[in-house]
């Protein structure tokens, strides 16, 4: 994502230049345009990017909770040796959607150098979760 929105902000930046440079009125507007698509170019992608991750996190609480369902209805039938054990699972797991729930909840608040540790973490416990199941 850091790539494709340098190069589409250094793409910004070349029609500014030539948009500046030009004397032609046709040429001018076209400049215009190009930086004007440009720019909602990168715009669109981060977008595009965070709704992405909005919905894989609700993918992911999700699954989370069909497995507490799970953990739940095992946790009512089972023996005593093996309630301990069920019940470190389902309090794990609940922990784990809890910080989803913060992150999501948090989610509009990261600026652009905050987002890609924001993202990093967030895949992290989507890891997690794919462990314990």
């Known amino acids: 994502m850091k790539k494709l929105s340098f190069y589409l902000l250094l793409l910004v930046f070349m029609g500014y230049f030539t948009l500046s440079s030009c004397g032609n009125d046709a040429s001018s507007e076209n400049a215009k345009k190009e930086v004007n698509e440009a720019s909602d170019a990168v715009g669109d992608a981060i977008v595009v990017e965070r709704n992405d991750l909005k919905r894989e996190i609700s993918e992911a609480q999700s699954k989370i909770d069909r497995r507490l369902e799970k953990l739940n209805n095992d946790l009512k039938s089972a023996k005593a040796d093996a309630k301990a ?5 389902i309090d794990r797991l609940e922990a784990k959607r809890k910080k989803l729930g913060e992150d999501l909840n948090n989610f509009g608040d990261k600026t652009d150098n905050e987002w890609d540790q924001f993202r990093a973490n967030v895949r992290e416990t989507f890891k ?6």
């Open 128 to 133: 997690d979760i794919g462990d314990d199941n």
């Open 85 to 89: 054990g069920i019940q470190k699972d």
